[in-house]
């Protein structure tokens, strides 16, 4: 089946150490795109990548890394940076990410909690 | 940023009501996309309008594209148990970056009681 993964579901960390979020697409879209949710609010974006070896901050970069090596893949780095990191991260990809027709599609996501 | 001033923040309802919620921008968007999410998964999308005036069914569930661009709404008819969740409005803004930039709404939260 054609989908996005995000693994794992639930993720621990202690305070200041480095996590990676996995995200992985067999649709062959072109864009991807990494959300921070938290309780009661929309979603807010951290990073997105137009395409393979090119991404591109969000609103929210701040503590966060990422890497498009693999147009599949755009795995997620939470930093020891990142002030309260604890949050539902959603990974998300579009056929092209090139304007308004481009409708994003989501992966289940991942709960990240740091102790 | 720019946001999306959706409404209302939370619905309960009786099973077999309908609903019916909106988004509205002082910003012009060239497309409104509806998402519903469910506890603890990604939002999943419902409808994507992509035109002004365009009015788009799901099954039970209508979306328009306002005719002034700034504004979307979503209607679910004679709602069921399974419809609980989050809906979410998001849209390209128009002029906006050039990647596909999504603006979402803060989100309603559904519930029905059977």
């Known amino acids: 089946d054609g989908g996005i993964t995000q693994s794992p579901k639930y993720l621990f960390r202690k305070e200041g150490q480095n996590v990676t979020l996995s995200c992985e697409q067999n649709l062959n879209h072109d864009a991807m795109y990494w959300y921070r949710q938290d309780p009661g609010q929309g979603l807010r974006l951290i990073y997105y990548?137009?395409?393979?070896?090119?991404?591109q901050k969000g609103d929210i970069a701040e503590g966060y890394s990422v890497s498009r090596e693999k147009k599949e893949s755009f795995p997620l780095t939470v930093t020891s940076a990142q002030k309260n990191p604890t949050a539902f991260y959603l990974c998300?990809?579009?056929?092209?990410?090139?304007?308004?027709?481009?409708?994003?599609?989501f992966g289940p996501g991942t709960r990240l909690t740091v102790l | 940023g720019q946001q999306l001033n959706q409404s209302p923040q939370s619905m309960f309802i009786q099973e077999g009501e309908d609903v019916s919620m909106n988004c509205t921008s002082s910003s012009i968007f060239n497309t409104w996309l509806w998402y519903k999410q469910e506890p603890g998964e990604g939002p999943v999308l419902l409808i994507a309008l992509y035109k002004a005036g365009e009015l788009t069914s799901n099954g039970r569930l209508t979306a328009q594209f306002g005719i002034t661009r700034k504004d979307s709404f979503l209607n679910i008819s004679a709602s069921i148990p399974s419809d609980v969740g989050i809906y979410f409005c998001?849209?390209?803004?128009?002029?906006?970056?050039?990647?596909?930039?999504?603006?979402f709404g803060q989100g309603t939260i559904l519930t029905v009681h059977p």
């Open positions: 998001a849209g390209h803004l128009a002029g906006g970056t050039s990647y596909g930039k999504l603006t």
């Open positions: 990548s137009q395409i393979v070896n090119d991404f």
């Open positions: 998300a990809s579009s056929i092209t990410g090139t304007g308004g027709l481009d409708t994003q599609y």
